[in-house]
């Protein structure tokens, strides 16, 4: 063989006959053979039964070598390298110690690749060695550059860059994996964050190659995390809620831990958790919320001397409250047909808890009784509705109700708390009445400042009315009655007129749906129904106690319209805030984000008629919950549909609220808020445990080698490399033909001679 073209060969067969031809010769042949020996079998003499058989042999050989031809295959080939995957984790619990107070683990893992350059140096003469850097992807890493490697990841996931390696992550798909090294402390936070799963396991299999695991770290960290927080998406308010927080410790023993729970810097709970020792212990917290809408919590626990990460033990979320039911509270000054109509509607609508209550007699009345047992009607309970439960109700209707003192004596002291009530986020709706507005005295009361009319000292018109629906009603959504502006004037148009109202005047910031035709006050019609807000809450005037006129006539003349509860539905919908009757809506694409992200928020505006409020001046506001502190604000115009998408920089860990608002052509819109979540810590810090555990049972799954701790590079399992070829081949005869016939002649004719000279036949 000329080794300077030809550097491996192997025995192949030159015969032209096809395979199943030479297997059929082959076997005549050796049954050629095996009569032989049976027809041997009565020679007495072994010595030459045997000289027999193997001239027979020889002359089987020496037909068989004729007709496959044997022959050497030259071939010039060459040994393709494998690759071998290095995996080195350069997420950030890899800058933990490796030891309390010891060199970080990424400095460990640099030291074992330089302890185990002589190794890789061996390897690299058998395979291709491929080196990554990775925390949730996979990086390319030059070997050389080890010295700039940061422990700056911000997620461990050791499935997705072993798998990424294996089906070729440097570009090199097209060679074979012969097998994968990974150094890393084990602390995944992704897939395999509550362990190995059968999903992982079934694709480390599919490798068909060993995954060796080289874990650095060894535990001795002393840190407390709040790891995780257990909540729903949503709740209702004023039923109980329970939240549970896992708390994660290291490095504690016999230490008792306040948790608290808080709802944008103020304390809702608090609970004690008793560590006994490394491991993770549950703190459940159980509270009602009082109000609807969007906050941002916060579980906290004290940060300890020694602690190797403080920002991780706090964790904040976001919360949507919501309604399951609307529950509203109805106070009436006397029986009537307005009471009668309003009672009955909120009684049959499934969404609304209704708690009414009757004024059939006061706490003077019977002065003389002693014992209020001796009566069939109590007293009306005015401290246990004002006081104990009013804040448990989202809506307050006062009919024909008024604030007389000699009637109620103790009243006056809840009025502030009644003005108090909305201004905190109540809704308050006032009936019109004998005992309403002026006539009831409220001008005098502290519940003035938050009715959107006030009176005039005008006694009521009586004369019949009908009610005018004004510019703004006609595109407010309480008064949007059918499915189009106009037909919602039609259909108030076509009302039956009612008798008379309370005569008031509209404050200013108020809003006048409905007024009356031709009654004015200072230059405008007198308010029929109008519309304020107060602080964070919204209050309704109905200055009539005849609305039950409207469901009453179009009843009787079989209407279909259903006027009075529609407008009474759409009421309490904007009263208690409902989401779909917000002309600016605002929605953070993540209510929760890690560290280093961007808030992104689509803000929705429409116009006073409900449509897309195209061009309109969108503002965006990121307000610091805790400390009502503006951090950042970005404009930006919104689109055809009314939408634009706003995305403000990154923000430090923290409770956030989102304002949105809105203007076009000078007039305001409104506004929308919603909340969002920055986490103190990302996944890396929240804990950054070692756990080499995971790191063997990759090892175990896939054949491979787990060390804990190595100075140096182990010996590894590897699959080794096939031999390619490639280049020129020659095939070579290793007899001539001549030479088997006359071997193949000379058996046969030897085997003749001796069977006459012996008397065989």
């Known amino acids: 063989m000329d080794s300077t073209v030809y550097n491996d060969w192997r025995l192949v067969s030159l015969s032209p006959f096809p395979a199943w031809a030479l297997v059929a010769i082959a076997l005549a042949v050796a049954a050629g053979v095996w009569l032989s020996t049976l027809a041997l079998r009565r020679e007495t003499r072994a010595g030459r039964r045997w000289l027999l058989l193997g001239l027979r042999a020889v002359a089987a050989l020496a037909l068989l070598s004729l007709l496959l031809e044997p022959g050497r295959r ?16 350069r997420s950030g619990s890899m800058g933990f110690p490796v030891t309390p107070g010891g060199e970080p683990r990424l400095e460990a893992a640099r030291k074992l690749m330089a302890a185990s350059a002589p190794a890789l140096a061996e390897l690299s003469t058998r395979f291709s060695l491929e080196t990554y850097a990775f925390d949730k992807d996979l990086q390319a890493l030059d070997p050389q550059r080890l010295a700039e490697l940061t422990a700056s990841g911000g997620t461990t996931d050791l499935s997705s860059a072993i798998h990424a390696a294996a089906t070729g992550g440097g570009g090199t798909a097209g060679r074979k994996l012969s097998g994968v090294v ?88 608090t609970r004690t958790a008793r560590i006994a020792g490394d491991g993770s212990v549950q703190v459940t917290f159980s509270f009602a919320p009082d109000q609807t809408g969007q906050f941002v919590y916060t579980v906290e626990a004290p940060v300890f001397e020694g602690e190797a990460v403080a920002s991780n033990n ?7 409250v919501i309604r399951d039911r609307v529950r509203v509270l109805m106070v009436v000054g006397h029986p009537s047909w307005d009471v009668r109509f309003l009672r009955n509607l909120l009684r049959q609508d499934p969404n609304v808890d209704l708690v009414s209550f009757y004024i059939l007699r006061t706490d003077h009345d019977d002065a003389h009784i002693v014992n209020q047992d001796e009566l069939s009607l109590i007293p009306f309970p005015v401290q246990e509705i004002f006081k104990d439960q009013l804040h448990t109700f989202d809506l307050v209707v006062l009919q024909n109700f008024g604030w007389n003192d000699s009637a109620y004596r103790d009243m006056p002291m809840y009025i502030a708390g009644m003005r108090d009530y909305v201004l905190n986020g109540g809704a308050l709706v006032m009936v019109g009445g ?33 009610a005018r629906l004004t510019e703004e009603g006609k595109r407010h959504p309480v008064t949007a009655v059918a499915t189009s502006a106009e037909s919602s004037e039609k259909a108030w148009a076509d009302l039956p007129p009612i008798d008379g109202i309370n005569v008031t005047r509209a404050k200013a910031g108020a809003r006048v749906l409905l007024d009356h035709p031709f009654l004015a006050q200072d230059g405008k019609n007198a308010p029929v129904l109008a519309l304020g807000e107060f602080g964070r809450g919204r209050s309704l005037a109905l200055c009539t106690d005849a609305s039950w006129m409207w469901a009453f006539g179009a009843a009787g003349a079989g209407s279909n319209a259903r006027v009075y509860d529609r407008f009474w539905n759409n009421a309490i919908r904007w009263l208690v805030r409902d989401p779909d009757l917000t002309q600016v809506k605002v929605a953070v694409e993540k209510p929760g984000i890690e560290p280093g992200e961007p808030v992104a928020a689509v803000i929705t505006a429409r116009t006073p008629d409900w449509g897309p409020a ?99 590079l182990p010996k590894l399992p590897l699959v080794d490399p096939e031999t390619v070829e490639v280049g020129r081949r020659k095939d070579v005869p290793i007899w001539d033909r001549a030479e088997i016939l006359a071997v193949l002649a000379l058996a046969i004719a030897a085997e003749w001679f001796l069977r006459r000279r012996w008397g065989y036949v």
């Not at 990974?182 to 190659?209: C, I, Y």
């Not at 410790?249 to 809702?268: C, I, Q, S, T, Y």
């Not at 706090?314 to 949507?320: E, W």
């Not at 005992?435 to 005295?441: A, I, L, P, R, V």
């Open 434 to 466: 004998e005992n309403s507005f002026g006539e009831g005295g409220y001008e005098r009361t502290e519940l003035q400042e938050v009715l959107p009319v006030e009176p005039t000292g005008t006694p009521p018109a009586v004369e019949p009315l009908q």
């Open 182 to 269: 990974v150094l890393s402390d084990g602390a995944d936070n992704a897939e395999l964050a509550e362990g190995m799963t059968a999903k992982t396991k079934a694709m480390l299999k599919d490798l068909g190659v060993p995954v060796s695991t080289l874990a650095i770290g060894t535990g001795g960290l002393k840190d407390l995390a709040i790891e995780k927080v257990k909540v729903d998406d949503f709740a209702f308010v004023r039923n109980t809620l329970e939240i549970t927080a896992t708390l994660g410790a290291h490095g504690f023993g016999g230490v008792e831990v306040p948790v608290v729970l808080k709802r944008e810097g103020r304390p809702v709970a």
């Open 614 to 712: 195209a061009g309109a001046e969108l503002e965006l506001e990121l307000i610091h919950a805790d400390e009502n502190r503006l951090v950042a604000k970005q404009k930006a115009v919104a689109g055809p549909d009314g939408t634009a998408r706003i995305e403000l920089v990154p923000p430090k860990p923290g409770p956030y609220k989102i304002v949105a608002k809105a203007s076009r052509n000078g007039t305001v819109l409104g506004q929308g808020e919603d909340a969002v979540a920055v986490r103190a810590a990302g996944p890396e810090l929240s804990d950054a445990t070692p756990r080499p555990e995971l790191l063997k049972s990759i090892a175990d799954v896939t054949g491979g080698l787990f060390a804990e701790s190595p100075k140096s």
């Open 74 to 89: 030259l071939m010039q080939t060459t040994r393709v390298k494998n690759r071998v995957a290095i995996l080195l984790d």
């Open 314 to 320: 706090a964790r904040s979320f976001v919360l949507k």
